[in-house]
């Protein structure tokens, strides 16, 4: 079965320091991988995908996402911090049907920027 | 360009009431799905349209929950006696059926709440 792990239920960051949301994925087949945000009482909103390619994808908001098939991992990063990046941040992975296909979803990791 | 559009945002009912969650999909889009979130289960996928037809229900979770969509801008998840469980977060979202490695656009959620 195609599912997405994130190991971190939160992580807590300095603001201007790197970060890093980690997420590995378990898919037959090509893998296609995703990275949401979700701020609160609001929607998920689309920072990045991994289709095909390069394997550091670059999204929104300054985030990228290095896709490691060795390791099977897809981590979310950014260079610098900033205190408006606390959110929820989602891991996904689409399940192609003959036609379109579904997201199934990691269960999220809380981000933390501190001044 | 307006986004997905759900109605209500709040809906407080007491047990055993009928429940109508709305979702308006982009226009153009012709794939639409439902979530739910909560604390506990993250976020599960309900229930996934393909042009106007159900293509994976699995995830309803009992016979209290149905779903239609009549046309391609209009869809409605019902739930039919409420109960306090089912207090949580609905999403919509939808996306194009010939991009099916494309992104999901989210609306804001409909917040249930049964007591």
């Known amino acids: 079965a195609q599912s997405v792990a994130q190991p971190e239920d939160q992580v807590n960051v300095a603001e201007g320091n790197p970060l890093t949301v980690k997420c590995t994925y378990s898919v037959s087949g090509n893998p296609y991988l995703f990275w949401y945000v979700q701020y609160p009482n609001r929607g998920l909103q689309f920072l990045l995908k991994?289709?095909?390619?390069?394997?550091l994808v670059k999204g929104s908001y300054g985030f990228e996402a290095e896709f490691n098939k060795s390791q099977t991992s897809f981590h979310l990063k950014k260079p610098s911090a900033l205190v408006s990046d606390s959110a929820l941040y989602f891991c996904?992975?689409?399940?192609?049907?003959?036609?379109?296909?579904?997201?199934?979803f990691g269960q999220g990791t809380e981000l933390s920027v501190k001044p | 360009d307006a986004g997905v559009i759900q109605s209500p945002r709040h809906e407080v009912t007491e047990m055993g009431q009928e429940v109508t969650l709305r979702c308006k999909p982009i226009s153009g889009h012709n794939s639409l799905f439902w979530y739910r979130q909560t604390m506990m289960r993250g976020l599960e996928l309900l229930i996934y349209?393909?042009?106007?037809?159900?293509?994976?229900d699995s995830g309803m979770p009992e016979d209290r929950f149905s779903a239609k969509m009549p046309n391609a801008s209009f869809s409605t998840l019902k739930i039919q006696p409420s109960e306090p469980r089912d207090s949580a977060v609905y999403f919509c979202?939808?996306?194009?059926?010939?991009?099916?490695?494309?992104?999901?656009?989210f609306g804001e959620g409909s917040r249930l709440t049964v007591l």
């Open positions: 349209f393909n042009n106007n037809v159900p293509i994976d």
């Open positions: 996904a992975v689409r399940v192609l049907y003959n036609q379109g296909g579904k997201l199934i």
């Open positions: 979202a939808s996306s194009l059926v010939t991009a099916p490695t494309g992104e999901l656009f």
């Open positions: 991994y289709i095909t390619g390069d394997n």
